[in-house]
């Protein structure tokens, strides 16, 4: 296993990261981070556009949230940032057939899978075009996570 740092551009130690790319697929990896990590994965739109990017059949474990599918160009309209409306976008971004694992953490991240605001309109802290998921479960449980994050010690994960 190799070891990753925070010693980059952005300071984030994330298994795959982009800050913009189209017409991708991410299939049949083991991202085993920590719960010090940032994520598994990692798809922003700082530098451009990110679209039309398939993460499928991935055995996934780790990171803050394991899941990070963001627009935040020119901002992420979390408290005292601009909206990111009219910068750059995130969209057609499909998680389909991925298994997550408790191993790292009974969120599966330190704090879910799903990297989610409701309250960072207009797109909740992820994709422009929303959430594209199917398929998704944790391996331990069955449970689905297609329609957000799990459930750990008999609370939703958040």
Known sequence: MQGFTTATANGHEDGYQTEG???GVIEHNTYQMTTEADSAIAI???????RSITVSDNLITGGGFAIYAEDYDPG???P???????GFSTTQITFAGNA???????????????FDRPTWSPYDGGPTDG???SGNRVLETRESVDNGNPHANGGLCQ
């Open 76 to 78: 992420d309209s979390g």
């Open 21 to 23: 790319a189209s017409g």
């Open 44 to 50: 922003w739109d700082s530098l451009k556009s990110s």
């Open 80 to 86: 005292g940032d601009p909206s990111a409306v009219g």
């Open 100 to 114: 997550f694992s408790t191993h790292a953490a009974g969120c599966i991240g330190q704090f879910g899978v799903w």
């Open 131 to 133: 959430w594209h998921r």
